[in-house]
């Protein structure tokens, strides 16, 4: 029996309620990452946004954990490999609210993009190049419903430099992402593609935030 595997589609996309968090499985809770991923995850469900990973270790607990340090939501979409042995699986620390197991790797992949509203990347490996660049893709693809990157990190300036002098990149491709390098920067950024988000959706805007006295 062939494995089907849904492709995310067009369809006018009006939410940003649901964010898709990558990076290396290779971190434990005393890397720098771990940490700021755990920070990063947490301002988002203080923020009522619902964290999405792979359900494995490293970033991807990093981000359950924090965003359930502020009491939020988190989904998992996971794969149970057979005779993968530099596939890190399904993490048995990694406890979420909701959990979508898949077939394979690629049917993972995109499920994590199909159920994101926005992705934030960070340091990884070729896993997370491959999420990157499948969901930078995407956002191409349907520039106009398309889903935004927030890319996390200073060395994201190089990586792109480099993407930029040596690929054939259109001005809409650069405008899909942001770089950040820190949670204010990742705030700013994340208001930016909110209020993008309302214009191209014809949705009201949120109002400023009172002044205080």
Same mark, same amino acid.
């Given at each position: 029996?062939?494995?089907?595997?849904?492709?995310?589609?067009?369809?006018?996309?009006?939410?940003?309620?649901?964010?898709?968090?990558? +990076?290396?499985?290779?971190?434990?809770?005393?890397?720098?990452?771990?940490?700021? %991923?755990?920070? %990063? /995850?947490?301002?988002?469900?203080?923020?009522?946004?619902?964290?999405?990973? +792979?359900?494995?270790?490293?970033?991807?607990?990093?981000?359950?954990?924090?965003?359930?340090?502020?009491?939020?939501?988190?989904?998992?979409?996971?794969? #149970?490999?057979? $005779?993968?042995? *530099?596939?890190?699986? =399904?993490?048995?620390?990694?406890? %979420? !609210?909701?959990?979508?197991?898949?077939?394979?790797?690629?049917? =993972?992949?995109?499920?994590?993009? *199909?159920?994101? $509203?926005?992705? %934030?990347?960070?340091?990884?490996?070729?896993?997370?190049?491959?999420?990157?660049?499948?969901?930078?893709?995407?956002?191409?693809?349907? #520039? +106009?419903?398309?889903?935004?990157?927030?890319?996390?990190?200073?060395?994201?300036? !190089?990586?792109?430099?480099?993407?930029?002098?040596?690929?054939?990149?259109?001005?809409?491709?650069?405008?899909? #992402?942001?770089?950040?390098?820190?949670?204010? @920067?990742?705030?700013? /950024?994340? !208001?930016?593609?909110?209020?993008?988000?309302?214009?191209?959706?014809?949705?009201?805007?949120?109002? *400023?935030? @009172?002044?205080?006295?």
């Amino acid at each position: 029996m062939k494995t089907q595997i849904k492709i995310p589609s067009p369809r006018q996309h009006c939410t940003m309620k649901n964010v898709a968090i990558f +990076g290396s499985a290779d971190v434990d809770e005393l890397h720098p990452l771990y940490q700021e %991923v755990f920070k %990063v /995850a947490r301002y988002l469900a203080y923020h009522d946004k619902v964290v999405i990973d +792979g359900g494995g270790p490293g970033v991807m607990d990093a981000a359950t954990k924090g965003a359930q340090s502020a009491g939020g939501k988190t989904l998992a979409v996971t794969f #149970y490999p057979k $005779d993968m042995p *530099e596939f890190e699986g =399904r993490f048995h620390e990694n406890n %979420v !609210d909701k959990e979508i197991k898949t077939a394979n790797y690629i049917e =993972r992949m995109f499920r994590l993009i *199909e159920h994101a $509203d926005i992705f %934030v990347c960070f340091q990884g490996g070729t896993g997370t190049l491959s999420e990157w660049a499948t969901a930078w893709l995407l956002g191409h693809l349907y #520039y +106009g419903n398309h889903k935004p990157l927030i890319l996390y990190g200073e060395f994201w300036n !190089d990586l792109m430099e480099v993407i930029h002098d040596h690929f054939f990149i259109s001005e809409k491709e650069r405008s899909i #992402y942001k770089i950040v390098k820190n949670e204010r @920067e990742l705030i700013e /950024a994340l !208001d930016y593609f909110e209020e993008e988000l309302s214009e191209r959706c014809g949705l009201p805007h949120r109002p *400023e935030p @009172e002044a205080q006295s």
